[in-house]
């Protein structure tokens, strides 16, 4: 069965303070691994598409990595806008549409 | 910067009773999505739509569920008779590929009492 786990459940950084997120994922052959970012009450917002190992993608002070087993989201000198649940979501070979979740870390960045 | 739109915010409705949650979606993508996120649990697949008709659909998309793209800019999902454990957010989305990011509405809040 395709799974997607998020590690930790939450995190709480200091201002400033780096740190990294973990999507592990065990799929019947991974099409695309996809973050995302989700403020409470809000749809989530898009973050990065990954599609192969090796492969990263970075956007301000996010860098999003991808293994063959896991993906990472990198956090450096997070600010308290930062704040907010992180999830990470697969696209599985037999399938071009759906996406399975994890259930996301919840950071927290605090001042 | 173009976004998904969905209608209503909230919708409070009594069991068994038909509801219609209503997306615009991004308007130069093709492919259409409705998840949704029971408070505190994962975000769940439901259905995807392209050229028309539905693509895939998971096991919790059964005969109550059904999709309509009924003019050039509306997707809709409707309840035809709603239960206790279809209270939950539903989030359309929309991509312009199948691989590509899907981006998210806001949501509907829907709360059958």
């Known amino acids: 069965e395709d799974q997607v786990t998020q590690s930790p459940e939450a995190l709480r950084l200091q201002e400033g303070e780096s740190s990294s997120l973990n999507c592990s994922y065990t799929v019947s052959g991974l099409r695309g691994l996809f973050w995302y970012r989700q403020d409470p009450g809000k749809g989530p917002e898009f973050l990065f598409t990954?599609?192969?190992?090796?492969e990263e993608k970075e956007k301000e002070r996010l860098k999003a990595t991808l293994t063959k087993k896991e993906s990472f989201l990198h956090i450096t000198a997070p600010k308290p806008e930062d704040s907010a649940t992180y999830l990470c979501?697969?696209?599985?070979?037999?399938?071009?549409?759906?996406?399975?979740w994890g259930a996301g870390t919840k950071l927290i960045i605090k001042p | 910067e173009p976004e998904v739109t969905q209608t209503p915010s909230h919708q409070v409705t009594q069991m068994g009773q038909e509801v219609i949650l209503r997306c615009v979606p991004i308007?130069?993508?093709?492919?259409f999505y409705w998840y949704r996120q029971i408070l505190g649990q994962k975000v769940e697949f439901l259905v995807s739509?392209?050229?028309?008709?539905?693509?895939?659909k998971s096991e919790i998309f059964d005969d109550q569920f059904s999709v309509e793209r009924p003019d050039g800019s509306n997707f809709t999902l409707k309840i035809r008779s709603t239960k206790l454990e279809d209270s939950a957010m539903y989030f359309c989305?929309?991509?312009?590929?199948?691989?590509?990011?899907?981006?998210f509405g806001p949501g509907t809040r829907l709360t059958v009492l």
């Open positions: 990954l599609y192969s190992a090796g």
């Open positions: 308007s130069n993508h093709l492919y």
């Open positions: 979501a697969v696209q599985a070979g037999d399938s071009n549409y759906q996406l399975i």
């Open positions: 989305a929309s991509s312009d590929s199948p691989g590509a990011g899907q981006f």
């Open positions: 739509f392209y050229n028309n008709e539905i693509s895939e």
